[in-house]
């Protein structure tokens, strides 16, 4: 599969990222996929990032830094637009028309121009475009090569934006098109009548053995109740007065709660303060040795911090609304609540010494079986690509997508 030029070893793929980074779900994906096919081709990726256009090496990447960054308040603007429509017409239309096509591209298709011109000095053999919203990304492939392979990165975290026509051309663009959870997978194939060619291919996570050598020091390794918030501790906020519902009603047993601002651990009514759960091998500790994880933040994508739990052998509990539901239903890995007196009942229900061992069980064989071998997601990304599987080395396969 060669376009432009001499026959090469290895395919080339471009990949158009909005994010380029590990910060957020979606950028983890997105370098985790690119990661995938750069065992098996020489990948590019092109990102609206930095203030100077410049290629710079990145591990296995050649990132082209197009220096024409996206505003952070265009593409809130989009995101509320989309919230405040969405809101405010009737279940299952699908609302466009030019006023509002021009309200969501404003200020972030500009910035993707200069990507036409950079895929005619790389010369792709196919394009791989992160996010079904990336409307400009499609623009530069299209002014580049209108009929080059594209597979999609769909990075549909809810199921507003896919209600939307102005993102349709992005879909159907794609041969085929990548979901990393199967909820997301129906969002797609179910909207676009697409089953055979909508994909999921998980995410590489595994459970660090490290973590189970030494517990957090304010909860220790007593199997207290975790408790997960974006919040700071002071913040009048839903998550906080349900963090203090779980602390009051498991008054008996050490509840950690992880804020923005601290991690706060309760003991028998007495509160002791640390710092906030910042590093990732800190957060591994806490899943670890918890008894429960209780996570009430909406994930980006897919719930990262859940199957990390669930790879621990920690059952959780989710809100009934959240795109982490579906590794406590579809896995079995615990339970999920619409109100309060749901989410005590949960929690009571797995402190529960034979349930919890069930569900254990359960979540762990999930998790690693969905989630728990880079093996199997390089071969699901590639396999969905068109690329050749058996063609891939062991020997690279192994730390690729780290």
């Known amino acids: 599969m060669t376009t432009g030029g001499a026959a090469r070893d290895r395919p080339r793929v471009a990949v158009l990222a909005p994010q380029w980074g590990r910060s ?9 996929v690119a990661g995938a096919l750069a065992c098996s081709t020489e990948v590019h990726v092109l990102t609206t990032e930095g203030n100077a256009a410049r290629t710079v090496r990145d591990g296995v990447f050649t990132v082209h830094r197009l220096g024409t960054a996206v505003d952070d308040r265009a593409e809130l603007r989009r995101d ?11 279940a299952g239309s ?28 790389i010369h792709p053999d196919l394009v791989v475009l992160a ?4 409307v400009g990304g499609l623009a530069a492939l299209e002014r580049h090569d209108p009929g080059l392979p594209a597979v999609l990165l769909a990075l549909a975290g809810d199921d507003i934006s896919l209600a939307f026509p102005h993102f349709d051309p992005v879909v159907e663009r794609a041969a085929h098109v990548l979901t990393v959870t199967e909820t997301e997978r129906l969002s797609v194939a179910d909207g676009f009548d697409r089953q055979a060619t909508v994909h999921r291919i998980g995410a590489p996570l595994a459970a660090n053995a490290s973590a189970y050598s030494e517990p957090n020091t304010w909860v220790g390794d007593t199997h ?11 913040d009048d906020h839903p998550q906080n007065e349900l963090a203090r519902l779980i602390r009051l009603r498991f008054s008996d047993r050490p509840v950690g709660i992880s804020h923005s601002d601290a991690f706060i651990a309760w003991h028998e009514g007495r509160r002791n303060s640390g ?3 910042e590093r990732s091998s ?10 429960v994880t209780v996570d009430l933040r909406r994930p980006e994508l897919y719930g990262r911090s859940v199957v990390e739990s669930l790879l621990y052998g920690t059952p959780v509990v989710v809100p009934e609304n959240s ?53 199997r997601f390089i071969e699901r990304v590639t396999a969905a690509c068109g690329l050749d599987v058996e063609a891939i080395p062991e020997v690279v396969r192994v730390g690729a997508t780290a």
């Open 323 to 375: 795109r982490a539901r579906e590794h406590a239903q579809r896995g079995r890995g615990g339970l999920w609540f619409a109100d309060p007196a749901e989410l005590l009942w949960c929690v009571e229900s797995l402190l529960d010494d034979a349930t919890n061992r069930t569900v254990r069980t359960q979540g762990r064989a999930y998790a690693e079986a969905e989630y728990g071998s880079t093996d």
């Open 224 to 234: 207290y109740v975790l408790v997960l918030t974006d919040q700071d501790s002071e």
């Open 131 to 134: 996010d079904h919203r990336n």
């Open 80 to 90: 509320l637009v989309l919230t405040a429509v969405a809101a405010s017409i009737p």
């Open 94 to 121: 699908r609302p466009g028309g030019h006023e509002l096509d021009d309200l969501l591209d404003r200020q972030l298709v500009e910035p993707w121009a200069p990507a036409a011109a950079a895929l005619d000095e």
């Open 275 to 277: 710092w906030p759960i």
């Open 24 to 32: 957020t779900e979606r950028g983890s994906i997105t370098r985790q």
């Open 282 to 291: 800190d957060l591994a500790r806490l899943l670890a040795f918890a008894a």
